[in-house]
């Protein structure tokens, strides 16, 4: 029998009241945070901008060709912590674009042939539109650009039926319509489809309303926010969190972005195809360069083969299985106690000796290289950092130390053309034995001594007189220590093409390395994620890009590993990646059918190579995306505007 329980009037009152309570606090809260750029108090017109002045911010808007315009808000308190300069945009080469300028009492027009952005003046609203008039994109008019707590975004508005593409490397599906997301590249794992952060970030996204896009690049390293109009707090759901958001919220019709620090600089991209858009993107930031051919062949890779003839004893089954392979990689345990630029003289004793014989049978070998250099002082590459003063320190001036493989650890401070140099000429050691790729691992920067997992955001990167705190510069770190990869090929082998593959970046980082989408797992979910994570990596500027082939956590099946076979011999980065203790990856150790289907597989790869090295030139020429979803060829068709398994 059931028993019902009668609620008091106040009983139910307070019931009731409780949640739509909470919600108030969370609205008041969250929305009190954000204070909206007021009226515009001056203004003055340049050759191709105009720039306003309200109470507290300046706004620069140029014109930088005739579909690209900059925006740029920045505080006029001069207590504002310094910000780092841009580590992802370069000198597109753009030629200066033919301005119209219009002013009134509310609002000054800035026109090209191909884009007019239209600025109100009270309160200071931004729009853009298209040369027939038609609204491409608008500040929210009851919030538009302003200032939060933490740092500074921006409200625009949006329709119901507009998709979101890009954000880099990012969980789930690919129309990011509706989700909310923050930036700050993290090692974590394992990851599922409702994960935030990943290993790289990139704020650049592109909006499709169903017939034209357009997209908006923020230019910042730092942490950065993003809510496609996620839906609001709902105080009748029965999950009440209370913990402050990562980002603001918004109303209905409003999406928002923005990032720590003082200062919002952001490239508005007019379109009006997604092809224009990814294309002028990767003109604002730079283009892959081509690699060598090699680099797009198959890639075998586990933590760890070790000693070296565990290595020799897979490039001969490869051989005798008949199955086509261009590279081994070597994993940390070839070092000399996880020490960088080191080799192991147990387990590779003559490393010079293994690769030249692996070489001969046709095998490259590309080498883990971790950032975190081991505080010994017998260590001939930390006392040369100490002496060098070419490590990130503490606000007091020491060295700031964290723990990773080898122990306690020293950050090199790749923001330092010096550290740069010396980073890139202790390569020297792997060159010399014939290593030909680099890989980058560990480098978001990973940091197992902090609940964050990285580095303290008050650590200083920076000369004196120039410090700038980790908060702003995070982000980059990828790129910056890829980028000292780049040199160490330039300085030790000058005419040979570089391959870098790294773990994490943000905007740019296509300039430097490729990228694959981190410590995925065997789960076959993780099989169908790869599509629109690679997807969305491409139309954010990274064309050369992978995912583990059979998941790197935990065990795969032989059929798992053989249809994930499948599907990565049709992607840029073809590498077979697993764990440390877990089942074999590689083809010839599956078992029949699995062995000869991906062999079949991996020689159709082969086959198809003259069309997709066509196709990475293609995309270093005028950064076309190699691999795209099905609405970047036909826009037309809706049902391709979610798609994501294809």
């Given at each position: 029998m059931t028993t019902m329980r009668r609620v008091s009037g106040a009983g139910l009152e307070s019931w009731l009241c409780l949640p739509y309570l909470l919600c108030l606090w969370r609205l008041v809260v969250l929305h009190r945070s954000f204070t909206p750029l007021g009226s515009c108090s001056s203004f003055d017109w340049s050759m191709n901008g105009v720039a306003f002045t309200t109470s507290s911010s300046r706004i620069d808007i140029q014109a930088l060709s005739a579909s690209v315009v900059r925006v740029r808000m920045v505080s006029l308190d001069e207590e504002s912590p310094r910000l780092p300069r841009s580590f992802a945009v370069v000198d597109p080469g753009w030629p200066k674009p033919a301005v119209a300028q219009e002013d009134s009492p509310d609002y000054a027009r800035l026109s090209t042939p191909n884009i007019a952005v239209e600025v109100h003046k009270h309160p200071l609203r931004v729009s853009f539109l298209r040369p027939d008039g038609t609204l491409v994109a608008a500040d929210s008019p009851a919030r538009g650009m302003g200032w939060t707590e933490r740092g500074a975004g921006c409200y625009k508005t949006f329709a119901p039926s507009d998709h979101f593409y890009g954000f880099g490397e990012r969980a789930g599906l690919l129309d990011k319509h509706g989700a909310a997301m923050t930036l700050w590249n993290t090692d974590v794992n394992p990851h599922t489809s409702g994960t935030d952060s990943l290993y790289a970030s990139i704020p650049f996204f592109i909006s499709f309303s169903g017939e034209s896009a357009y997209g908006i690049y923020m230019d910042t390293a730092a942490r950065s926010t993003?809510?496609?109009?996620?839906?609001?707090?709902?105080?009748?759901?029965?999950?009440?969190?209370?913990?402050?958001?990562?980002?603001?919220?918004?109303?209905?019709?409003?999406?928002?972005?923005?990032?720590?620090?003082?200062?919002?600089?952001?490239?508005?991209?007019?379109?009006?195809?997604?092809?224009?858009?990814?294309?002028?993107?990767?003109?604002?930031?730079?283009?892959?360069?081509?690699?060598?051919?090699?680099?797009?062949?198959?890639?075998?890779?586990?933590?760890?083969?070790?000693?070296?003839?565990?290595?020799?004893?897979?490039?001969?089954?490869?051989?005798?299985?008949?199955?086509?392979?261009?590279?081994?990689?070597?994993?940390?345990?070839?070092?000399?106690?996880?020490?960088?630029?080191?080799?192991?003289?147990?387990?590779?004793?003559?490393?010079?000796?293994?690769?030249?014989?692996?070489?001969?049978?046709?095998?490259?070998?590309?080498?883990?290289?971790?950032?975190?250099?081991?505080?010994?002082?017998?260590?001939?590459?930390?006392?040369?950092?100490?002496?060098?003063?070419?490590?990130?320190?503490?606000?007091?001036?020491?060295?700031?130390?964290?723990?990773?493989?080898?122990?306690?650890?020293?950050?090199?401070?790749?923001?330092?053309?010096?550290?740069?140099?010396?980073?890139?000429?202790?390569?020297?050691?792997?060159f010399d034995a014939g290593v030909r790729g680099i890989w980058n691992d560990m480098n978001e920067p990973s940091n197992f001594a902090t609940t964050t997992g990285t580095l303290d955001e008050t650590a200083i990167h920076g000369e004196p007189g120039e410090e700038v705190e980790h908060a702003y510069v995070h982000n980059a770190y990828g790129n910056l220590m890829s980028q000292a990869t780049g040199e160490a090929f330039a300085r030790l082998l000058p005419g040979v093409r570089p391959f870098v593959i790294t773990r994490a970046g943000c905007g740019g980082i296509q300039r430097h390395a490729c990228v694959w989408t981190g410590d995925n797992s065997s789960w076959w979910e993780h099989l169908l994620m790869a599509i629109p994570m690679c997807c969305n990596m491409s139309l954010s500027g990274v064309s050369f890009v992978g995912a583990d082939v059979g998941g790197f956590m935990d065990n795969a099946h032989p059929e798992l590993v053989t249809r994930w076979t499948q599907f990565g011999s049709f992607v840029p980065l073809f590498r077979s990646h697993s764990m440390i203790r877990s089942t074999p990856h590689e083809p010839y150790a599956l078992g029949e059918p699995y062995t000869s289907i991906c062999r079949d597989f991996i020689k159709l790869r082969y086959r198809l190579l003259p069309y997709l090295y066509t196709l990475m030139r293609q995309c270093s020429h005028d950064g076309t995306p190699v691999m795209r979803p099905m609405v970047y060829d036909f826009p037309d068709d809706p049902a391709t505007h979610a798609m994501y398994d294809q």
């Open positions: 993003f809510n496609m109009g996620k839906p609001e707090f709902m105080p009748w759901t029965s999950d009440f969190d209370l913990r402050p958001l990562p980002y603001p919220e918004t109303s209905p019709g409003e999406y928002w972005f923005g990032t720590d620090g003082r200062c919002l600089d952001y490239y508005f991209f007019a379109g009006p195809g997604i092809p224009d858009v990814v294309r002028a993107y990767s003109d604002l930031t730079g283009r892959m360069q081509l690699p060598p051919l090699w680099a797009l062949g198959y890639h075998q890779c586990r933590f760890s083969y070790c000693p070296e003839s565990q290595v020799l004893e897979v490039a001969q089954a490869m051989r005798k299985a008949d199955i086509p392979c261009d590279a081994i990689y070597l994993d940390i345990d070839y070092m000399d106690g996880f020490r960088v630029f080191t080799f192991n003289p147990r387990h590779f004793p003559d490393p010079a000796r293994l690769i030249s014989s692996l070489s001969r049978d046709g095998f490259k070998v590309v080498t883990i290289v971790d950032p975190g250099v081991k505080t010994d002082s017998r260590y001939r590459i930390y006392r040369q950092g100490q002496r060098k003063r070419v490590f990130i320190r503490r606000p007091d001036g020491r060295v700031y130390k964290g723990r990773v493989w080898p122990g306690i650890v020293a950050y090199p401070d790749f923001t330092q053309p010096v550290s740069r140099t010396w980073w890139a000429d202790n390569h020297a050691v792997l």
